[in-house]
Each structure stands twice: as structure tokens, then as C-alpha cells.
């Protein structure tokens, strides 16, 4: 039983390139989340999928898309990076009840220069 | 020259103490106030959780407090050992469903030994 888990771990861009952030949860999760991580603060949620189907945005959602493959995996875009999209990405998981109980990947750090 | 960034509230404590770590949360609506513990280089990891109409729960060790009157939250560990230096967090789950967490900036617990 992984839990959650993230692809890549470490990843650095130039500015404009694109890229896809992996996330997989095999803990039957329906609802899953993608937040950002900048220094010193707290997390900032980008978008979530409260099940197979469905995305929404979150509080932070310009500059990425998001795509719901199935229920164990849920993918995080960046169509053209730029440097304030620096930051450490998570992904977390949780099931419908007790959804503020969510289970997190480890992270991908991402340097955009 | 030296460098200025953001810099969490630090929690100093001598191990075997007692540790208090305390949040002020916005919004009150939410149904459920949660703590979170972030070990250097991991994703967060869920400790306790306290729904709104309690004021206090125990876990193992840990003891939530919540005071909606002033909109405080405080997380209370007995005995503190080296294993719980990490960064906390407080969350809350805004008006329920499965539309993700609003998460504090964050206190680090250092443990003196």
C-alpha cells in the first residue's frame, strides 16, 4: 500500500516550457487535491476533484489544468511556466467521509528559471 | 548583502515539556478545524481533528482546543519528544464538502534536548 505518490520528485523548467506533475493514490480515494507550497507559508489549493469526473478550481487555479484520468489518478498541467510558479506541489487524497483527513504525497519541487 | 524572506513563528521547547502551538482561523462557518504535522522534506501528515460545536478533543499525547468565541485554535502536546520537531499546521475545512482545506501559515516546533 503506497498511499500517495508523485512523479517527478525534483524538476526544473524554463520559462515557457510545459509540463505534466503525476499523482496516484491506491487507497480507493474519491476526492483528490493538488495544493502549492511557497516558503514560509502554509498550502494554497490549486484544483481538486471531489470524484471520478469532476474538477474544480481552487484558490489559486491560473496558469494550470488538471485532469481526472480515473479514480487513482489525478494530473497537475503547467501550459507555459513562469518563475512565480516556483514552488513545491502536493498532492493529497481523501474519502468522502472524513473528507478533511486527506493523505499526501511526498511532492515535486519545481524551479522555473 | 542579506537576504529578507518569510520566516514561520518558532516554538522553542526543552524535550519533555509540555508544547502549546496556537492559530487564529477566519472563517466560521467551517465544520471542522484540523491539525496538521510537516516533517522536513515530506508531505503533511493529519494528527487531529476537532469539529465546530466541540471545544475540546485528546488524542494520543495531543489535545485540541477551540474557541470560536475568538476564533482560536491551540494544539497541545504532553511531553515532547525529538520525533515531534516538524512544522504544524492548522486547517479548516471552510463550509464542508469536498472543495479542500484552507491551511495556516505554519508554527516549527524545535525540541531542545
Known amino acids: 500500500n503506497a498511499g500517495v505518490t508523485q512523479t517527478p520528485k525534483f524538476q526544473v523548467l524554463k520559462t515557457g516550457q510545459s509540463m505534466t506533475l503525476q499523482c496516484a493514490q491506491d487507497?480507493?480515494?474519491?476526492?483528490m487535491y493538488w495544493y502549492r507550497q511557497d516558503p514560509g507559508m502554509g498550502l494554497r489549493l490549486i484544483y481538486y476533484?471531489?470524484?471520478?469526473?469532476?474538477?474544480d478550481k481552487g484558490e489559486v487555479p491560473n496558469g494550470y489544468n488538471v485532469s481526472r484520468l480515473n479514480k487513482r489518478e489525478f494530473s497537475l498541467r503547467l501550459e507555459s511556466a513562469a518563475p512565480s510558479q516556483t514552488s513545491v506541489y502536493f498532492c493529497?487524497?481523501?474519502?468522502?467521509?472524513?473528507?478533511?483527513?486527506?493523505?499526501f504525497g511526498p511532492g515535486t519541487r519545481l524551479t522555473v528559471t | 548583502g542579506e537576504s529578507v524572506g518569510l520566516h514561520l513563528p518558532t516554538l522553542s521547547v526543552q524535550e519533555g515539556d509540555n508544547s502549546i502551538i496556537n492559530c487564529a482561523y477566519s472563517n466560521s462557518a467551517s465544520d471542522y478545524f484540523i491539525w496538521y504535522k510537516q516533517e522536513s522534506g515530506k508531505g503533511p501528515q493529519f494528527i487531529i481533528d476537532i469539529r465546530s460545536n466541540m471545544d475540546k478533543r485528546q488524542g494520543q499525547r495531543v489535545t485540541v482546543l477551540l474557541n470560536k468565541t475568538v476564533k482560536h485554535l491551540s494544539l497541545q502536546i504532553a511531553a515532547t519528544q525529538p520525533g515531534d520537531s516538524a512544522v504544524y499546521f492548522c486547517a479548516e475545512n471552510g463550509g464542508g464538502g469536498a472543495d479542500g482545506l484552507t491551511f495556516g501559515k505554519g508554527t516549527h516546533l524545535i525540541i531542545q534536548p
Open positions: 487507497m480507493n480515494h474519491n476526492s
Open positions: 476533484s471531489a470524484s471520478e469526473g469532476t474538477t
Open positions: 493529497a487524497s481523501g474519502r468522502a467521509q472524513r473528507i478533511y483527513e486527506q493523505y
